[in-house]
């Protein structure tokens, strides 16, 4: 898994930013969970050929 963290900062309308907040809420899960799944599944989506950490592989490919 990550060692270290990093911050990402993005602007959105604030009326998509409280629609977002209120789903993810009503999920009971915070912004910040949601948005690193949705890089983690853009980025298994969009790798191509690149070589991919063990941890970031999706279950049961890490041993390919």
């Not at 900062?9 to 930013?17: E, S, V, W």
């Not at 907040?21 to 983690?40: F, G, H, K, M, N």
């Not at 999706?58 to 390919?64: I, L, M, R, V």
């Amino acid at each position: 898994m990550e060692k270290r963290t990093a911050r990402l900062t993005l602007l959105i309308d604030p009326q998509k930013k409280q629609i977002f907040e209120e789903i993810c809420a009503s999920q009971d899960l915070t912004p910040s969970q949601v948005v690193r799944r949705l890089i983690r599944q853009y980025i298994l989506d969009n790798a191509g050929e690149r070589e991919l950490p063990a941890w970031l592989k999706p279950a049961g490919k890490a041993c390919e």
